[in-house]
């Protein structure tokens, strides 16, 4: 899975360039390089991964029984949309699986107890699963003529699976290893942990004991952020929710002009695997020099909650990765008092009344303290994310609530 800033088109770009609860196509299949300093280097293995992959899921969630937990693995093979089988066999996306009801029913059932033991083919694509009800996946047709998945959008309300508790983790798995994380980008709703095995045994995702509530607790209890949380159900993610009116426009602005203000007589250090550029605001531009020439206008408070517009970061090794280094920056709030960016010390995270509250919460939820609470999370390696060139196995854990 490439990192997201990375991805030459994302489900997010997707669903933007569609309107919203439109057809969504998963996270793209290649392997490339992590092209932020301080960040792991998939290319060190040798690609071994051979085969299906065994995949484990375990319902610990300790709410819902295994026959009220559904399953769902959809996604991207051979440049097709398509869904695993629970026989762990891949099947094409089709029209004619719409039921009466005008949705398809793809759902797998989890074992009568205990855990579930399934497997993974190559494919890119994400693992859903819903709690008490079913998901409505509508399969439709999109403008090249194909068979393709509206995809839940658990942030719309008009949404056909707004009132559903669901969430997802993001995969790729081919020759080249397994590629994998979880999610907030977009909200929060099921605890979900990922152990991979293979040369090393990794976990990431796990939220701490209690963990769920005090993320609803957390971001509940900062008036601007308040409305995203919805019930008991998720937790929507800023940028979504401005644009569904639940969260002001100009949020960071005050924020976004002092960075403007401050390195207009100042200079900005970015470092990345390209090497360090050096930048300050020339006339309404933000202008780095160093390996390259790259600039940036000045972005809205949506440009940094998405980590687009003003801040897209296009896979061309240079303006890309100062980027996702800016849009880290903004989220976290550390541009202002760390003039030498990317910044790896969580402590200094969000430490400024204007911040991403939302990623906050997300990264105090989880044991590890790593989370993908907005797009370019991977930079300094805080996203959780995990891979393995030699997998031997997935385990995807539903934890307690």
Not at 384 to 394: F, K, N, R, V
Request: with cysteine.
């Amino acid at each position: 899975m490439t990192p997201r800033h990375q991805r030459t088109l994302g489900r997010r770009k997707v669903l933007f360039a569609l309107g919203g609860a439109a057809v969504a196509v998963p996270a793209a299949a290649a392997l490339a390089p992590h092209a932020l300093a301080g960040q792991s280097d998939g290319r060190k293995a040798a690609a071994t991964a051979a085969g299906p992959l065994p995949l484990t899921i375990a319902n610990d969630s300790g709410s819902f029984g295994n026959e009220n937990v559904h399953l769902y693995i959809v996604g991207n093979a051979d440049g097709r949309q398509v869904r695993v089988t629970p026989e762990g066999t891949l099947a094409p996306i089709a029209a004619s699986d719409n039921g009466p009801d005008g949705f398809t029913d793809y759902a797998i059932s989890l074992a009568g107890s205990g855990e579930t033991k399934l497997s993974l083919p190559y494919m890119s694509g994400r693992i859903y699963v819903s709690l008490g009800e079913k998901l409505k996946f509508k399969a439709v047709t999109d403008g090249d003529g194909n068979a393709a998945l509206q995809y839940p959008a658990g942030w719309v309300a008009s949404d056909p699976n707004y009132g559903v508790l669901h969430d997802c983790a993001e995969f790729t798995y081919n020759s080249s290893g397994m590629f994998c994380n979880t999610t907030m980008v977009d909200m929060f709703s099921v605890p979900l942990s990922i152990r991979l095995t293979g040369a090393k045994d990794q976990t990431t995702g796990t939220v701490r004991e209690g963990g769920r509530a005090a993320a609803f607790a957390a971001v509940k209890e900062v008036e601007a952020f308040s409305r995203l949380v919805v019930d008991d159900t998720r937790i929507i993610a800023p940028g979504h929710g401005l644009d569904a009116g639940l969260f002001a426009e100009d949020y960071l602005a005050p924020y976004i002009d002092e960075v403007w203000s401050t390195y207009t007589g100042k200079d900005l250090k970015i470092t990345t695997n390209a090497g360090t550029f050096t930048g300050r605001v020339r006339g309404d531009r933000f202008t780095f020099d160093g390996p390259a020439q790259v600039s940036f206008g000045k972005p809205s408070t949506r440009d940094v909650l998405f980590c687009d517009g003003a801040l897209a970061a296009p896979n061309d090794g240079t303006t890309g990765p100062v980027a996702a280094v800016l849009g880290a920056g903004f989220n976290r709030s550390t541009l202002l008092s760390h003039p030498d960016q990317p910044t790896t010390d969580p402590s200094v995270f969000y430490a400024t009344e204007l911040t991403n509250h939302y990623s906050k919460a997300m990264h105090t939820a989880t044991e590890d303290g790593k989370a993908y609470g907005f797009a370019f999370d991977d930079v300094a390696d805080f996203a959780s994310y995990i891979q393995d060139t030699a997998p031997t196995g997935l385990r995807l854990t539903l934890s307690p609530f």
